[in-house]
């Protein structure tokens, strides 16, 4: 079973930084390609960064320069550092991976339970 933890969120003030993890077991990691997405009240879903099984990452546009994804495939964990915080960061922040098996093929996906992240002005 698939299981995907995510931790790190919390109140902080515009400007500061918060990292989130993602910590992912059940699978082999090194299988896994993680992406993080969040989601505000009234809004729908949005993708803010992804790292592929071979590390290559992607941002979405208005995250460029101030988040980083980074996994650390000795621990089975995903990060996402976050700096110059705004209040539109705030959000409830999910993990995502995307399995795939032995042969490269698309497996299945899965969510985590997700963490608040909250920027106060």
């Known amino acids: 079973q698939v299981q995907l933890v995510e931790s790190g969120g919390g109140l902080v003030q515009a400007g500061g930084s918060l990292r989130l993890s993602c910590v992912v077991s059940g699978i082999t990691f090194s299988r896994v390609a993680i992406g993080w997405y969040r989601q505000a009240p009234g809004k729908q879903r949005e993708l803010v960064a992804r790292i592929g099984r071979n590390s290559t990452t992607n941002y979405a546009n208005s995250m460029k320069g101030r988040f980083t994804i980074s996994r650390d495939n000795a621990k089975n964990t995903v990060y996402l550092q976050m700096s110059s915080l705004k209040p539109e960061d705030t959000a409830i922040y999910y993990c995502?991976?995307?399995?795939?098996?032995?042969?490269?093929?698309?497996?299945?996906?899965?969510w985590g339970q997700g963490t608040q992240v909250t920027v106060s002005s």
């Open positions: 995502n991976a995307n399995v795939y098996n032995a042969f490269g093929i698309w497996a299945g996906a899965f």
